[in-house]
């Protein structure tokens, strides 16, 4: 017989002493773990932060004082780990319990919306809500705000009231950062501001709503769990009695009220707090994150005990080399040195310039089917990573072609995005003129114009007779431009029709790169703009399906292709899945986001459209704002160090068929900040207008 046995957590927050860095589990800390790594591991500081570069090991070092403490016999029950997503905090617990073989089931681990809502449901009551309070998806926060705009009857004769998505964005920032809405509003232009007024009215309202419906936002799961805490000072107490340990990894992408919470629980006497991140990593502030936080650590918890790590165990020698340089060039940050724990000799990083967008694509699938050929590397060890989704497209389609299986995490699959299929729907409106889903999703976009309308002007066109005619109308104007709508709408249906007209001149049909064009700028631009907050990137999308389907002479051609690549549903394609979703295990390519690759390494990584205006960013570089540009150089860091063995940095030198003209493309600013002699420049031989011979 066995007895188990278990110490409790000793006050003061720190473990007993001891001589050997072995605990009951029999872990040797000192081998699996550099000096400075263990010295934060075994720390008995009651606050400590490890501020270290990338890849140095610090979601390690957490996950090893995770293990050290429940090794020293703290309960599973008295820890918290915060991480950036439910995901990492999975595989942290999974490892923490294959280091130490105990039940971790009563320690507490997850991001930080995700803790809030599980002390919220045991305490919904003292803020006015029952504890079986349900959670608004951003699409149910959408509708709601929707049908309080309605009920406000606001007079928008004159100028459209912005769209839910804008409004909740608004109102997220502001909780985000805990600034006035007031300000966030006036940042975004006098336009918005004009509506400041309603739009204050209105966020008392949906708060009202909310608490109506016994429901609450994404923000509201961390904001009231502050409030709650701040309020309920007993009951704070209780819960630091709980957390005596408090973990949080990225804490360099805390926002405010995030480290208000961390505050609360971790204020207990003699409690523990550790906190682990990289300033140089500090990629979010666009939704609220302070990188100030990081870097105050040792102001806000005085006698914080602050530990730093200067090996990488992620990258060889000659990527950690391009990485430390390229960071250099920011001025505000908090000075690191990393050296690379792995041997030199492998290759330098590539730089790579290619002809165009699609000769990038070549290139890059090209070498994923060579490396996939020749090394053992699985094709889940190879990322492609971007400054934002839409950099995607001509990858999606290469891999698409080569059958290389991939999965996208930085957002839905490219022609599955909403605002691709509006503009497509018009398409395959003109093209197969008894298309009632198509014809019903594209005139439901015009103000006014509900599902039940655009029914009756759908029986409106099928009497017509000309839906079942060899050719569309001549004119659309004349066929269907007097039909009834509601006057809302009026002026937007004649647009319309002229927007079909373009499509189809006298009868025939444009060219597919100009119908994306005419459906564009004649009626859609306009409903993106009312709609979306990121209105600006779904534009930039639009404009690439314009270059896509620019290489089609024939619109019926170019949809059926359209549905080919969209149709992925049952392959190892499935869009819009993230990696851990899929349900087979076959290895996939991840294409990303670099925000969304933050934490993850792989072996050889391709980073694409290094061209300036597109990263970094061309808002960016527009408002000249010197704080935005760091932290574009930040992402830039972040991407570079995402990997091991192999890194791909390429640029296409034309954009032929950018809408905005901008046929060449400048190689972008970061590749100046680092010697040249640090990279290996590739000179790729196109196979197309470039002819055989000719290196471009
Ligand atoms: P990031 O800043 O990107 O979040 P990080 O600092 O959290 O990186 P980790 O992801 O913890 O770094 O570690 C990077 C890689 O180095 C991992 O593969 C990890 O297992 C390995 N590693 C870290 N420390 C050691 C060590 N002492 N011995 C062996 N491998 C290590
Ligand atoms: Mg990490």
């Known amino acids: 017989?066995?007895?188990?046995?278990?110490?409790?957590?000793?006050?003061?927050?720190?473990?007993?002493?001891?001589?050997?860095?072995?605990?009951?589990?029999?872990?040797?800390?000192?081998?699996?773990?550099?000096?400075?790594?263990?010295?934060?591991?075994?720390?008995?500081?009651?606050?400590?932060?490890?501020?270290?570069?990338?890849?140095?090991?610090?979601?390690?070092?957490?996950?090893?004082?995770?293990?050290?403490?429940?090794?020293?016999?703290v309960s599973p029950a008295n820890v918290l780990l915060l991480t950036f997503t439910n995901k990492a905090s999975k595989e942290m617990i999974a490892r923490v319990r294959e280091l130490v073989g105990i039940d971790t089931s009563d320690l507490w681990a997850g991001t930080f919306h995700s803790v809030g809502a599980r002390i919220l449901r045991r305490h919904a009551d003292e803020i006015g809500f029952t504890r079986s309070f349900s959670i608004l998806d951003r699409d149910d926060q959408k509708q709601l705000l929707g049908s309080v705009i309605k009920?406000?009857?606001?007079?928008?004769?004159?100028?459209?009231?912005?769209?839910?998505?804008?409004?909740?964005?608004?109102?997220?920032?502001?909780?985000?950062?805990?600034?006035?809405?007031?300000?966030?509003?006036a940042e975004r232009g006098d336009a918005l501001f004009e509506w400041m007024p309603q739009i204050e009215e209105l966020r008392g309202r949906y708060v009202k709503r909310k608490q109506e419906g016994n429901s609450m936002d994404f923000d509201d799961l961390i904001c009231l769990t502050a409030d709650l805490l701040e309020k309920n000072p007993e009951?704070?107490?209780?819960?630091?009695?709980?957390?005596?340990?408090?973990?949080?990894?990225?804490?360099?992408?805390?926002?405010?009220?995030?480290?208000?919470?961390?505050?609360?629980?971790?204020?207990?006497?003699?409690?523990?707090?550790?906190?682990?991140?990289?300033?140089?990593?500090?990629?979010?502030?666009?939704?609220?994150?302070?990188?100030?936080?990081?870097?105050?650590?040792?102001?806000?918890?005085?006698?914080?005990?602050?530990?730093?790590?200067?090996?990488?165990?992620?990258?060889?020698?000659?990527?950690?080399?391009?990485?430390?340089?390229?960071i250099r060039a920011n001025t505000s940050r908090f000075?690191?040195?990393?050296?690379?724990?792995?041997?030199?000799?492998?290759?330098?990083?590539?730089?790579?310039?290619?002809?165009?967008?699609?000769?990038?694509?070549?290139?890059?699938?090209?070498?994923?089917?060579?490396?996939?050929?020749?090394?053992?590397?699985?094709?889940?060890?190879?990322?492609?990573?971007?400054?934002?989704?839409?950099?995607?497209?001509?990858?999606?389609?290469?891999?698409?072609?080569?059958?290389?299986?991939?999965?996208?995490?930085?957002?839905?699959?490219?022609?599955?995005?909403?605002?691709?299929?509006?503009?497509?729907?018009?398409?395959?409106?003109?093209?197969?003129?008894?298309?009632?889903?198509?014809?019903?999703?594209?005139?439901?976009?015009?103000?006014?114009?509900?599902?039940?309308?655009?029914?009756?002007l759908w029986k409106k066109w099928l009497a017509t007779g000309l839906a079942g005619a060899e050719q569309p109308p001549e004119s659309w104007s004349d066929a269907i431009g007097a039909f009834k709508v509601p006057g809302k709408s009026a002026k937007h249906w004649t647009q319309l029709c002229h927007v079909l007209d373009e499509l189809t001149p006298g009868g025939e049909f444009a060219s597919p790169g100009d119908m994306v064009f005419s459906i564009v700028e004649g009626f859609y631009?306009?409903?993106?703009?009312?709609?979306?907050?990121?209105?600006?990137?779904?534009?930039?999308?639009?404009e690439k399906l314009g270059e896509f389907a620019a290489d089609f002479q024939n619109v019926a051609e170019f949809l059926e292709q359209l549905s080919l690549l969209g149709n992925t549903d049952d392959g190892p394609n499935s869009g819009g899945k993230p990696a851990e979703a899929g349900p087979d295990d076959a290895p996939m390519v991840t294409l990303s986001s670099i925000h969304q690759a933050k934490g993850l390494e792989w072996e050889a990584v391709f980073l694409i459209w290094l061209a300036d205006g597109q990263f970094p960013n061309g808002k960016v570089l527009e408002s000249g704002d010197i704080a935005g540009l760091e932290e574009e150089r930040r992402l830039f860091y972040v991407a570079l160090t995402r990997a091991k063995n192999e890194l791909y940095l390429s640029y296409p030198m034309t954009n032929p068929r950018s809408y905005s003209g901008d046929y060449y493309l400048r190689p972008s600013r970061f590749l100046n900040d680092f010697p040249t002699e640090l990279v290996e420049e590739w000179r790729v031989r196109g196979t197309d207008e470039w002819g055989d011979d000719e290196p471009f």
């Open 235 to 326: 009951l704070t107490r209780l819960y630091q009695g709980k957390f005596r340990h408090v973990l949080v990894d990225e804490y360099q992408d805390t926002n405010r009220v995030q480290s208000r919470i961390i505050e609360l629980l971790s204020g207990g006497d003699g409690a523990s707090l550790m906190a682990v991140g990289d300033d140089s990593q500090s990629i979010y502030s666009w939704r609220g994150a302070d990188v100030g936080l990081i870097l105050g650590f040792k102001r806000d918890y005085r006698g914080a005990e602050v530990f730093t790590i200067e090996t990488n165990y992620r990258s060889v020698p000659e990527i950690l080399e391009l990485s430390n340089a390229a």
């Open 525 to 542: 631009g306009e409903h993106l703009d009312a709609s979306y907050e990121n209105a600006d990137s779904r534009r930039a999308d639009l």
């Open 1 to 73: 017989m066995v007895r188990n046995y278990s110490l409790r957590s000793g006050q003061g927050g720190s473990a007993p002493p001891t001589e050997s860095h072995a605990g009951t589990s029999g872990i040797d800390y000192a081998a699996e773990l550099n000096e400075q790594q263990l010295a934060a591991v075994t720390t008995r500081a009651g606050r400590a932060l490890v501020i270290a570069g990338a890849g140095s090991g610090k979601t390690r070092t957490l996950t090893y004082r995770v293990a050290w403490l429940l090794d020293r016999g």
């Open 335 to 456: 000075e690191k040195n990393l050296r690379s724990s792995r041997s030199g000799g492998g290759a330098k990083p590539a730089l790579v310039p290619l002809a165009d967008p699609s000769n990038q694509a070549a290139f890059v699938g090209q070498r994923i089917d060579e490396i996939l050929g020749e090394a053992d590397i699985g094709a889940n060890e190879i990322a492609v990573l971007y400054r934002a989704h839409f950099q995607s497209l001509e990858i999606q389609m290469e891999l698409t072609r080569r059958g290389i299986p991939f999965t996208i995490t930085s957002g839905i699959r490219f022609f599955e995005q909403a605002h691709i299929k509006d503009v497509t729907a018009l398409m395959r409106f003109v093209v197969n003129r008894r298309d009632e889903v198509s014809f019903l999703r594209a005139v439901s976009l015009l103000p006014g114009c509900g599902a039940v309308t655009a029914g009756k």
């Open 151 to 185: 009920e406000m009857n606001i007079d928008t004769s004159h100028r459209r009231f912005p769209k839910p998505e804008v409004i909740a964005s608004l109102f997220s920032l502001a909780d985000n950062t805990e600034r006035p809405l007031e300000d966030v509003v």
